[in-house]
């Protein structure tokens, strides 16, 4: 069933009426497995207990103080401080993962030119994402999002550059490539450690390393986007960490709210200090009680139950599983529980898709020309329902295979 008011926003499926752990269940009545997951939001799955329970207990004292300070957004700013470490000190709270880019944007021009750098060149990657507002749609590396949107293609000074698959990363080249893509002066580059919605792209060893020695060499300013990727969801706690890359800015969003909008922009005191109050401020975004314990009960659940471990042994078990049974034009890759099944064509991606959502799993969707099947389930999913996922999967290329 679908609304037709709707309809411009939803892809063809079913509507939901309620879901517990790794399951949905629509109006119907029909469950259906859920590596969706929001996308990538509900990192503790639907109802979980600790969510439950921060609702309950913040709504009855505060839900939201606007400007003014509450417990629950401080000791949520402390704990994401803490997981990211480094200089991160300041903690700056958005409506969503594209308003914390955007604010990630402006505190990056801002802090350039208090130094005295007035340029308008930022570096995206190409199929990377990074929302679908303003300056954030025009960072993402995707032609399909911006279609009829000219303005957005061409806004000023925002270049994009490629990701290579495969192979050693050339600094020199890739130093070239953004020079001559650069109209001005050089003030950051935003890049996903993992590209999710633009295909599931991992870069080779080396590439974040060269983006930070770009930044370096020019004064920019390294932003990562873990919107989709922090919190667990590659196999430790923030991508950047495999790579042994840091960045200057942190974005933070999808799963933090648990199914709440949020966003987070981190970082050190330099950067945050260099905003007055009136520089910048949101009505939702800065100080919602409720979105804080819920915050908190997601990081605390995050660490007691060592779902970042959890990812990756169950994301490693899944691939493995996959890999060999695969259709031979059918390529594979991942991190964690963030899995890309690329095929040749869109018919194809989506073909799959409907297949498995007639078996009773729900998966996603992406890349720039649609070919991607995303799998993300809750990380604290069970044996049974992984076993499930597999199982079912298999079943699906075996009918694939047949044709």
Same mark, same amino acid.
């Given at each position: 069933?679908?609304?037709?008011?709707?309809?411009?926003?939803? /892809?063809? =499926?079913?509507?939901?009426?309620? %879901?517990?752990?790794?399951?949905? !269940?629509?109006?119907? $009545?029909?469950?259906? *497995? #859920?590596?969706?997951?929001?996308?990538?939001?509900?990192?503790?799955?639907?109802?979980?207990?600790?969510?439950?329970?921060?609702?309950?207990?913040?709504?009855?004292?505060?839900?939201?103080?606007?400007?003014?300070?509450?417990?629950?957004?401080?000791?949520?700013?402390?704990?994401?401080?803490?997981?990211?470490?480094?200089?991160?000190?300041?903690?700056?709270?958005?409506?969503?993962?594209?308003?914390?880019?955007?604010?990630?944007?402006?505190?990056?021009?801002?802090?350039?030119?208090?130094?005295?750098?007035?340029?308008?060149?930022?570096?995206?990657?190409?199929?990377?994402?990074?929302?679908?507002?303003?300056?954030?749609?025009?960072?993402?590396?995707?032609?399909?999002?911006?279609?009829? /949107?000219? =303005?957005?293609?061409?806004?000023? %000074?925002?270049?994009?550059?490629? !990701?290579?698959?495969? $192979?050693?990363?050339? *600094? #020199?080249?890739?130093?070239?490539?953004?020079?001559?893509?650069?109209?001005?002066?050089?003030?950051?580059?935003?890049?996903?450690?993992?590209?999710?919605?633009?295909?599931?792209?991992?870069?080779?060893?080396?590439?974040?390393?060269?983006?930070?020695?770009?930044?370096?060499?020019?004064?920019?300013?390294?932003?990562?986007?873990?919107?989709?990727?922090?919190?667990?969801?590659?196999?430790?706690?923030?991508?950047?960490?495999?790579?042994?890359?840091?960045?200057?800015?942190?974005?933070?969003?999808?799963?933090?709210?648990?199914?709440?909008?949020?966003?987070?922009?981190?970082?050190?005191?330099?950067?945050?200090?260099?905003?007055?109050?009136?520089?910048?401020?949101?009505?939702?975004?800065?100080?919602?009680?409720?979105?804080?314990?819920? %915050?908190?009960?997601?990081?605390?659940?995050?660490?007691?139950?060592?779902?970042?471990?959890?990812?990756?042994?169950?994301?490693?078990?899944?691939?493995?599983?996959?890999?060999?049974?695969?259709?031979?034009?059918?390529?594979?890759?991942?991190?964690?529980?963030?899995?890309?099944?690329?095929?040749?064509?869109?018919?194809?991606?989506?073909?799959?898709?409907?297949?498995?959502?007639?078996?009773?799993?729900?998966?996603?969707?992406?890349?720039?020309?649609?070919?991607?099947?995303?799998?993300?389930?809750?990380?604290?999913?069970?044996?049974?329902?992984?076993?499930?996922?597999?199982?079912?999967?298999?079943?699906?290329?075996?009918?694939?295979?047949?044709?």
């Amino acid at each position: 069933m679908t609304h037709p008011a709707l309809v411009a926003t939803l /892809l063809d =499926g079913p509507v939901m009426r309620s %879901g517990s752990g790794s399951w949905l !269940v629509d109006i119907e $009545g029909n469950r259906y *497995l #859920d590596c969706v997951a929001g996308p990538g939001v509900h990192l503790l799955g639907h109802g979980h207990p600790a969510v439950i329970s921060a609702i309950e207990r913040q709504a009855r004292e505060l839900v939201h103080s606007s400007f003014q300070l509450n417990e629950p957004v401080i000791e949520l700013a402390e704990e994401l401080a803490r997981l990211a470490g480094g200089s991160f000190r300041r903690v700056f709270f958005a409506n969503s993962g594209s308003e914390a880019i955007e604010t990630a944007i402006k505190l990056a021009k801002k802090f350039q030119a208090a130094r005295g750098r007035f340029g308008h060149s930022i570096a995206a990657l190409e199929n990377g994402y990074h929302g679908r507002s303003g300056i954030a749609l025009a960072l993402t590396g995707m032609n399909i999002y911006k279609t009829g /949107l000219p =303005g957005f293609s061409l806004y000023p %000074g925002i270049v994009h550059l490629p !990701v290579p698959r495969t $192979g050693e990363v050339d *600094l #020199d080249e890739l130093g070239r490539q953004l020079d001559a893509r650069s109209q001005d002066d050089l003030l950051a580059v935003v890049a996903e450690p993992v590209l999710g919605v633009g295909g599931v792209i991992v870069p080779p060893d080396g590439f974040l390393r060269a983006l930070r020695e770009l930044c370096d060499a020019r004064g920019a300013l390294l932003i990562f986007d873990e919107i989709f990727t922090g919190l667990g969801r590659t196999g430790t706690t923030f991508a950047f960490e495999r790579s042994g890359v840091r960045p200057d800015i942190l974005v933070v969003g999808k799963p933090l709210g648990a199914g709440l909008p949020v966003g987070a922009v981190l970082t050190p005191d330099d950067l945050g200090s260099c905003w007055a109050p009136v520089d910048h401020s949101t009505t939702f975004g800065g100080n919602g009680a409720l979105v804080g314990a819920v %915050g908190k009960a997601v990081l605390g659940e995050l660490a007691a139950s060592g779902l970042a471990d959890a990812s990756e042994r169950a994301g490693n078990q899944l691939m493995g599983a996959l890999r060999s049974a695969a259709p031979a034009d059918v390529e594979m890759r991942g991190q964690g529980l963030l899995i890309g099944l690329e095929w040749r064509s869109p018919e194809q991606a989506m073909a799959f898709r409907r297949r498995m959502m007639a078996c009773g799993v729900l998966v996603g969707i992406g890349g720039q020309h649609r070919s991607i099947v995303r799998l993300t389930p809750p990380l604290n999913i069970t044996s049974e329902d992984l076993k499930l996922l597999e199982s079912t999967t298999l079943a699906v290329f075996d009918e694939v295979a047949r044709r």
